[in-house]
């Protein structure tokens, strides 16, 4: 059995070393659909069974832009992330943390949303921001190392004015 385990382990760590995680990829469920309006990112606010919100800013030239994130930061989270979703509310998203920067590359498998996949540097910095498409499963490389990956609803960031550079004002990254 310990054998076993220790298999599966590394298979894993393989594989998350090659795919970095699974875009799209925390517990099952569906989401349901926000009000239109201004997200009050200090409201209690579950969108899953299983997950708690937490709050989330990035600072962009345009200003401040608040969300609420699901937290995946363990590999089973990492691995399932968004997948088979159907919704997500306006001004949400996953927050996925790794424990070490390092190049990441997400994928579409088993996601129905289109979503925007923002890679983020150690040092709370977008590097990079990649479209994914539903069901695609094509790797979605960072571009450079990545500690840190935040999943918004596609189009939005383009939307918002979010772009590589941008802080993301979040506790992982002490902030």
């Known amino acids: ?13 393989l594989l998350g070393a090659s795919l970095g995680a699974s875009a799209c990829t925390a517990r099952e469920g569906a989401a349901a659909a926000a009000p239109a309006g201004k997200v009050d990112i200090n409201a209690p606010h579950a969108t899953s069974p299983d997950f708690v919100t937490e709050p989330l800013w990035i600072e962009t030239a345009a200003g401040r832009i608040d969300y609420r994130v699901e937290i995946a ?23 996925f943390i790794f424990p070490q920067a390092r190049p990441q590359a997400f994928w579409m498998r088993n996601t129905y949303m289109p979503l925007d996949i923002i890679y983020i540097g150690a040092d709370g910095r977008i590097v990079s921001i990649v479209q994914g498409r539903p069901f695609d499963e094509a790797p979605l490389p960072s571009g450079a190392p990545a500690i840190g ?10 939307q918002q004015g979010i772009k590589p550079g941008d802080r993301v004002h979040h506790r992982m990254f002490g902030q």
């Open 1 to 13: 059995m310990r054998n076993a385990r220790r298999s599966l382990v590394l298979a894993t760590v």
């Open 73 to 95: 930061d363990d590999d089973a989270e990492r691995q399932h992330g968004l997948m088979f979703r159907t919704s997500m509310p306006d001004g949400h998203g996953m927050l």
């Open 149 to 158: 990956v935040l999943e918004i609803y596609g189009g939005k960031a383009a």
